[in-house]
C-alpha cells in the first residue's frame, strides 16, 4: 500500500528518468518474487490437504500436517524477510528519487495537439476513406439523427486525424456547413475548455468570467438553427454522463449538422455514436512505400538510390501500413542515407533504433499502454511472448492468461472464462489484437504493437 501510494508518479517519471525507471523494474522483481512465494505456500497447502485426506485417523493427520509444514515453514520464513527487506529497501529510495504520493502533476506524455492544417501532398492512400466519409456528410444523406456523431476509429499512428484534416479542409464542407470548427481533446475531456474553443472556432468572442452555463447558452444561442460540422480529434474519454454534458447545446444545430470523432478507443466511439463507426484499416504496401520513399529520398526518384531500394522496402514491410512508421522512418533514413544505416534500422529491435525514431513512434503507440488499466496491461504484456505474425484464437489466449493468474476473480465468483473474455474484448476494441486475415477465427498483433509489448516486458522476458 506504501508503494502504491507513489506508484502513478513513477509510472509517469519512469518514462524520462532511467533511475526512476530501474527502481519501478526492481519493485517488479520483488512483487514477482512475492507472487512465487505465495505460490509456493498455496502449493504446498494444498499438497498437505490432500495428503491428510487419505490419513486414516484425524491424530495421523495432525502429525503428518505438522511433520511436513515445519521445514517448509523455515524455508519461506526466510524468504518472506528477504522479500520484506527488499521491498523496505525501495520504499526508502523514493525520497531520492522524488517520487510523491497521490501524483497529480504533469503527464508524461505531452504529444503537440494536432491543429486542422494538413499538407495534402504528404498524404497517400485515403482517397478511398475520404469519399465515404465525405458521402456521409453530403446534405443529400438524410439522417435519422438530427445530429449525426460519426466516429473514426484505429490503432495510433493510423492516421485518423489526417483523415480528419483532408475532410475538415475540402472546400465542398464550407459550402456544406454555416459553422465549422476543430478541437483537439486528447487526454483530458474538460466539457469547459471544449466548448470554448468550439466558441472561439466560429469566431464567438469568450468573456474569462463566463462559467459553463453560460458558455454553454452562448453556444446554443450560435449553432440554434444553424447546419454545423465539427471534428472531435483524439477522443479518450469513456464516460457516457461527460459527453451528455458537453453535446447539450449540440442538439440545437440544424438538421443534418454532423460531428466526426476520432479515437483509438472503440468503446469511447460506442458512447458517442449514433452512425456506425468507420474503422481505419492500414496503409497498403505500395502507398506506404509511396511515403517512406518520398520521407526517405528528399524528394527525388528511388530508383537515384538502388543500393537502398531493397532494404527500404524491406524497412516499409516492418511499418505495416502504418503511416506514422513509414513517415518517422523514412526521415530518419534521409538524415543518414547509406546502406550500413539502413541495415541497422531494418535488423535492430525496435527498441534499439534511434532516439529520433522511437521518440515520435514510440510515444504514439505506448499513449494507448499507458492509458489501459493495470489488469489489462498484465495480459498485454504477457502477449511479449508470441512471435511476429502469430496467429491466436480467443480462447486460447484467454486459457494462458487463466493459467498464469493473471484474470481477477469476479467479485461474484462467477465465471473466470468469461472474466477472459472481457478482457480481450477490451485489448481489441483498443486495437492491440487484429483479426487475422488469413483464419477468421484468429486474430494477431500488427508488428509495432508486438514490439511494443516488447518493450513492455524486455527486462522480464526471454
Excluded at 250 to 262: D, L
Excluded at 273 to 295: E, G, I, Q
Excluded at 391 to 419: H, S, T, V
Aim: glycine share 4%; hydrophobic share 35%.
Amino acid at each position: 500500500m506504501s508503494v502504491k501510494a507513489v506508484l502513478d508518479d513513477a509510472k509517469n517519471k519512469q518514462i524520462t528518468n532511467p533511475n526512476v525507471k530501474s527502481w519501478t523494474d526492481e519493485l517488479k522483481d520483488a512483487v514477482y518474487d512475492a507472487d512465487d512465494l505465495l505460490d509456493e505456500i498455496s502449493t504446498e497447502a494444498l499438497r498437505n490437504k490432500i495428503e491428510s485426506e487419505y490419513q486414516t485417523t484425524p491424530m495421523k493427520q495432525v502429525s503428518s500436517f505438522f511433520s511436513s509444514f515445519y521445514p517448509f515453514k523455515d524455508g519461506m520464513q526466510s524468504k518472506l524477510e528477504e522479500i520484506l527487506g527488499t521491498l523496505d529497501n525501495l520504499l526508502n529510495q523514493k525520497q531520492i528519487l522524488g517520487l510523491k504520493e497521490s501524483y497529480k502533476g504533469e503527464k508524461a506524455f505531452q504529444i503537440t495537439p494536432a491543429t486542422s492544417l494538413v499538407d495534402e501532398s504528404d498524404v497517400y492512400g485515403r482517397d478511398d476513406e475520404k469519399e465515404e466519409i465525405m458521402k456521409l456528410l453530403d446534405p443529400q444523406n438524410l439522417s435519422e439523427n438530427q445530429i449525426a456523431v460519426i466516429p473514426i476509429a484505429g490503432m495510433g499512428g493510423l492516421g485518423k486525424t489526417t483523415l480528419a484534416q483532408l475532410i475538415y479542409n475540402d472546400p465542398i464542407a464550407d459550402k456544406w456547413f454555416d459553422r465549422k470548427a476543430w478541437v483537439c481533446i486528447s487526454e483530458e475531456f474538460d466539457a469547459f475548455k471544449v466548448t470554448k474553443t468550439i466558441l472561439e472556432e466560429i469566431k464567438c468572442s469568450c468573456d474569462g468570467n463566463q462559467n459553463l452555463n453560460q458558455l454553454q447558452l452562448k453556444l446554443k444561442e450560435q449553432l440554434s438553427g444553424k447546419k454545423y460540422l465539427i471534428i472531435l480529434d483524439d477522443v479518450w474519454n469513456k464516460n457516457y454522463f461527460h459527453w451528455k454534458e458537453l453535446a447539450s447545446p449540440f442538439t440545437f444545430g440544424a438538421k443534418n449538422s454532423k460531428i466526426i470523432v476520432t479515437t483509438r478507443d472503440e468503446n469511447v466511439a460506442v458512447i458517442m455514436r449514433n452512425a456506425p463507426t468507420y474503422r481505419l484499416d492500414v496503409l497498403s504496401d505500395d502507398d506506404c512505400w509511396k511515403l517512406f520513399a518520398k520521407h526517405a529520398f528528399d524528394g527525388s526518384s528511388p530508383t537515384k538510390h538502388p543500393d537502398l531500394m531493397a532494404i527500404g522496402e524491406a524497412i516499409v514491410k516492418r511499418c505495416g501500413g502504418l503511416p506514422l512508421a513509414a513517415k518517422v522512418l523514412g526521415g530518419l533514413l534521409r538524415c543518414k542515407p547509406d546502406a550500413d544505416e539502413c541495415n541497422k534500422i531494418l535488423h535492430s529491435n525496435f527498441w534499439d533504433i534511434p532516439n529520433d525514431a522511437t521518440n515520435n513512434i514510440l510515444p504514439a503507440l505506448t499513449l494507448s499502454y499507458h492509458y489501459l488499466p493495470s489488469h489489462l496491461k498484465r495480459c498485454f504484456a504477457y502477449c511479449s511472448i508470441s512471435p511476429k505474425d502469430y496467429e491466436f484464437e480467443k480462447e486460447e489466449l484467454i486459457q494462458l492468461w487463466m493459467a498464469e493468474g493473471l484474470l481477477e476473480l469476479p467479485k461474484d465468483n462467477g465465471d473466470l472464462e468469461e472474466r477472459g473474455n472481457e478482457y480481450f474484448k477490451d485489448l481489441r476494441l483498443r486495437s492491440f489484437f487484429q483479426q487475422s486475415k488469413g483464419k477468421k477465427s484468429c486474430f494477431v498483433m500488427h508488428d509495432l504493437i508486438s514490439d511494443l509489448a516488447k518493450s513492455v516486458t524486455r527486462e522480464f522476458i526471454c
